[in-house]
Each structure stands twice: as C-alpha cells, then as structure tokens.
C-alpha cells in the first residue's frame, strides 16, 4: 500500500492533532 500522513491528507488548514495516533478503517462494497 502507499504511506500517508493525516496532515497530509487533509491539508495544513485542518487542526489535525486530534487524529494522530488514531485507528483508520478504509472498506469499499463491491460485488466479486
């Protein structure tokens, strides 16, 4: 997979503090 930041996800206008060293759960429903 590729590496990001939650800084650089949601830019440097957006107090990002409280999501450091969080938990990130990423899914998609799609049919097999």
Same mark, same amino acid.
């Given at each position: +997979?590729?590496?990001? /930041?939650?800084?650089? *996800? *949601? +830019?440097? %206008? @957006?107090?990002? %503090?409280?999501? %450091?060293? +969080? /938990? *990130? @759960?990423?899914?998609? *429903?799609?049919?097999?």
């Amino acid at each position: +997979g590729r590496k990001f /930041s939650i800084k650089g *996800l *949601l +830019g440097t %206008d @957006v107090c990002y %503090d409280i999501f %450091d060293k +969080g /938990s *990130l @759960v990423i899914f998609r *429903l799609a049919p097999q």
